[in-house]
């Protein structure tokens, strides 16, 4: 069974430490606890991960945030993944800090780069992970937040968010997104 895992973020060090790339350190996260290292490919950066008999590809598009349905469109093709075996992790700004919602399909709400990736696939039918970075920030700023850097606090807990994140993944290429949902998204 091979599964594409998609992190959305931008490319760039001026995005590196910023709340909406918060999709690329998940995919830092799994890759560093599976010793995998990532290499530049077309359309981003990939390695794969092998877990419990799954080929997890993780890929991080080089093509900015809101174009990533081409990077997603052609790494499906190419690696021949069904849609239910995709999973999109974002950030969401509608969910506390550290929040992981797991859901099989939806819109994209107000996420351009998950709307991007529905409107390339055309079906808004694939699994998306997010992660909650919270909503405290100025109204007319939102831009400036989730560009923004993490304060210390989140900071601290960001290595225990991750590790859950993490095995969410796994247990998503394991035994499916359902089963997951109910254990991951109360946590």
């Not at 239910?84 to 099989?104: K, W």
Request: aromatic share 10%; proline share 3%.
């Amino acid at each position: 069974m091979k599964y594409l895992i998609v992190g959305l973020g931008n490319i760039g060090m001026e995005y590196a430490g910023t709340r909406h790339n918060i999709g690329f350190k998940v995919l830092d996260a799994l890759a560093e606890a599976s010793n995998a290292v990532f290499t530049t490919v077309r359309y981003g950066d990939m390695t794969e991960v092998r877990h419990k008999g799954r080929t997890l590809l993780l890929l991080k598009p080089s093509t900015y945030m809101n174009l990533s349905g081409k990077a997603v469109r052609y790494w499906m093709e190419a690696e021949k993944i069904a849609p239910e075996n995709l999973l999109v992790i974002s950030d969401d700004i509608a969910l506390p800090f550290g929040t992981l919602r797991l859901r099989p399909k939806g819109s994209a709400g107000g996420h351009n780069g998950l709307k991007n990736i529905a409107e390339l696939l055309g079906t808004e039918e694939f699994a998306r992970m997010r992660f909650g970075i919270g909503g405290d920030f100025p109204r007319g700023h939102q831009v400036d937040y989730v560009l923004g850097e993490w304060t210390d606090e989140e900071l601290r807990a960001m290595p225990e968010r991750l590790k859950l994140f993490v095995e969410a993944i796994r247990s998503f290429a394991t035994v499916g997104c359902a089963l997951t949902m109910n254990n991951y998204n109360k946590k």
